[in-house]
């Protein structure tokens, strides 16, 4: 099997390792060794294969071929309990749940913004190691296999991803010694698999990405397509959701035993629409199909030229 690839956009990239020299440094003050800390990537993927595939479609890490990190929540300082071989946090004044819910809203926010991206796990740093390193005991059992059947349970996702920061070997002191210099780190990848195997993915490379971009209906093209559809539809419209990736769904009663699930995809409408029959009776879904839906995407574009509303503002 040919491992998926890991890129991490410069930016995101920026922000991770100055997180890792801060407590790298910290440490390096108080207690001469450096301090392993947490944070929170957001990645979106992309399939090896173009295939008919929804929301519901369970993913093995073999399907992936690339993971692509565009974004990353750091935690406030103030809950950081990070000592030289451990990162945990604390909350002390507050409760757990504020904590809690301060970490939640952050990744929900982000996410909100980006919908492609999924938050598949944490990302520490072992700040001791050079070159290399793998994941602890600790680090299988506390992050990588929770989150594993976590995302297994909610995204359909069988595997969960791991990114540990470590030192750079460098034969160049001054790059060494100057930790905030982003070139000074590297992110080793690991994956827990299926079957719950770790595996490696080798390093990530820093480098742009074209895995973000604004979802059709987050854009204002996007925004009237769906309100004319809605109304268009009326009281056939069963349900309208949107879910995690970017997806969103269109649930359109056809009669009263038969309805048809309409799935848009993140990239929709330059990524085909998808449909699934669903009896209403049963509950029982038909096979997934690509569906062009291109005479309706048509029908919006005749609403735009009868509508100087759309024209843009000079
Ligand atoms: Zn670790």
Known sequence: ?????????????????????????????????????????????????????????????????QFSIGSVFIPPEKYANYTAYSASFSS????????QEVFTKAIEQEIKLQPQ?????????????VGTTSPSSTDIEHHMRPYKRKN?????????????????????????KSVYNQYAWRACCFALDENEKVQNLGFAEIANSNQYFTPFYQSRQGNTWESLQKAFLADRLIEHERWPGGWTSFLIKDNPENATLVMLPPKF?????????????????????????????KNYNLGEVN?????RPK
């Open 1 to 65: 099997m040919k491992s998926p690839k890991v890129i991490i956009e410069p930016t995101v990239w920026k922000n991770i390792t100055a997180e890792v020299a801060k407590w790298a440094i910290k440490g390096k003050e108080k207690s001469s060794s450096p301090l392993e800390c947490v944070f929170y990537p957001l990645t979106a993927i992309s399939l090896r294969k173009e295939q008919p595939l929804t929301p519901f479609d369970t993913i093995n890490l073999a399907d992936i071929e």
């Open 92 to 99: 002390e004044n507050e409760t757990e749940n504020t904590m």
């Open 117 to 129: 991206l999924y938050f598949l796990c944490p990302g520490h740093s072992h700040p001791f190691a």
């Open 152 to 176: 297994e349970e909610l995204l359909g996702f069988r595997f969960s991803l791991a990114l540990i920061i470590v030192q750079e070997p460098s034969q160049n002191d001054a790059v060494v």
């Open 269 to 297: 409408p330059s990524q085909q629409a998808i449909k699934q029959s669903i009896s209403l009776v049963t509950k029982q879904v038909g096979k997934a199909e690509f569906w062009n839906c291109g005479r309706a995407y």
């Open 307 to 311: 509508n100087a509303r759309y024209v």
